[in-house]
């Protein structure tokens, strides 16, 4: 890919010499290996009365040069000042800067993307700033949500996976055996105990239990507890740091791999998804799990998996999960 560079002074004397010599504008272009526009351009821009004049012409050039860079409105001291006192003392939005310097003087004075711009580059700010210190950044609304440069990568709070979900077996993904299990957890009040989830894939069969909180160590003892002696092919959780020693589950359950989503698709585990939905008609958001007893947990995931589903062709998951066939009605 070949990227443009301007002509330089030696470059706009050749053009002169060039063109006294009888040279065309694609003559000249094609001795000085540079497109014609380039060179129609330079004479449509930078000719004056007295003609094409090399050293007139570099002199446009740099002139147009520093007047196309952005101007710092905010090197205005008493700009500055406005500024910062209707933003630090008064609470004003940096849009309300905005609006209302053009109400008072008729005109656009400062944008308020400028504003924000010094805010984040840290102008407002009275003294340097320690590392992590975010300055009056946290006097905005939002309280500074962090701006990210195009192609940053969040780093805080991922773990580490063992397998992408691209590799899991086809058996998993067309449902055709049992013993592939989806992962996750529902919370009731931050902090305290959470249900821990698995559903398995093929018959939407349910189990689930009380994790004293939502943390890995407790999550790692709900699954094994629940999922001995169960057909047992795979799992797949969500990607939240309760999974985070998910190896330690696979060292007691006989090998069994995890196999994680992309990050933000949730749809890629939508049996497990599904299914905590029908739970929050039980455990609904907000709803403090500590007190909840084990009995009334199993009782509300029996309820789950006797519910005939369309999807099985109105057999329950425990129907087909045990391949018994059970009379409801």
Request: glycine share 6%; aromatic share 8%; hydrophobic share 30%.
């Amino acid at each position: 890919m070949r990227h443009y560079q301007h002509l330089t002074l030696l470059e706009r004397e050749n053009i002169l010499f060039l063109s006294a010599t009888g040279y065309s504008i694609t003559q000249i272009a094609k001795k000085m290996n540079r497109d014609k526009s380039t060179i129609s351009r330079e004479f449509h821009r930078n000719s004056s009365i007295g003609g094409y004049i090399p050293v007139k012409a570099q002199k446009r050039y740099t002139n147009r040069r520093k007047a196309c860079k952005p101007h710092k409105r905010l090197e205005d001291t008493t700009l500055m000042d406005t500024v910062k006192r209707l933003f630090l003392d008064h609470q004003w939005s940096p849009e309300e800067i905005e609006g209302r310097l053009t109400l008072e003087y008729h005109h656009k004075v400062i944008s308020y993307v400028t504003i924000y711009r010094a805010i984040y580059a840290g102008e407002l700010d009275d003294k340097p700033l320690s590392h992590g210190n975010r300055g009056v950044i946290r006097k905005l609304r939002h309280h500074g949500k962090s701006r990210h440069v195009k192609g940053y990568v969040e780093h805080r709070g991922k773990i580490r996976i063992s397998h992408d979900i691209s590799e899991r077996s086809v058996g998993a993904e067309h449902r055709s055996r049992r013993g592939h299990w989806e992962a996750d957890t529902i919370t009731g009040i931050t902090g305290k105990a959470c249900l821990v989830t698995l559903v398995d894939r093929k018959s939407r069969y349910l189990l689930g239990g009380k994790a004293e909180k939502k943390a890995a160590d407790e999550v790692n003892d709900v699954m094994i507890r629940k999922l001995k002696g169960q057909p047992l092919h795979s799992i797949t959780p969500d990607r939240g740091k309760e999974f985070a020693k998910h190896a330690a589950v696979t060292a007691v359950l006989n090998g069994v791999q995890f196999y994680f989503p992309s990050p933000h698709h949730p749809w890629q585990r939508g049996t497990n998804e599904n299914t905590n939905g029908l739970l929050r008609e039980y455990f609904p958001k907000g709803k403090d799990l500590t007190t909840v007893r084990d009995e009334y947990i199993q009782q509300q995931i029996n309820e789950l998996n006797q519910r005939p589903r369309k999807c099985l062709g109105y057999r329950t998951p425990y129907e087909v999960y045990f391949s018994k066939m059970l009379h409801l009605v």
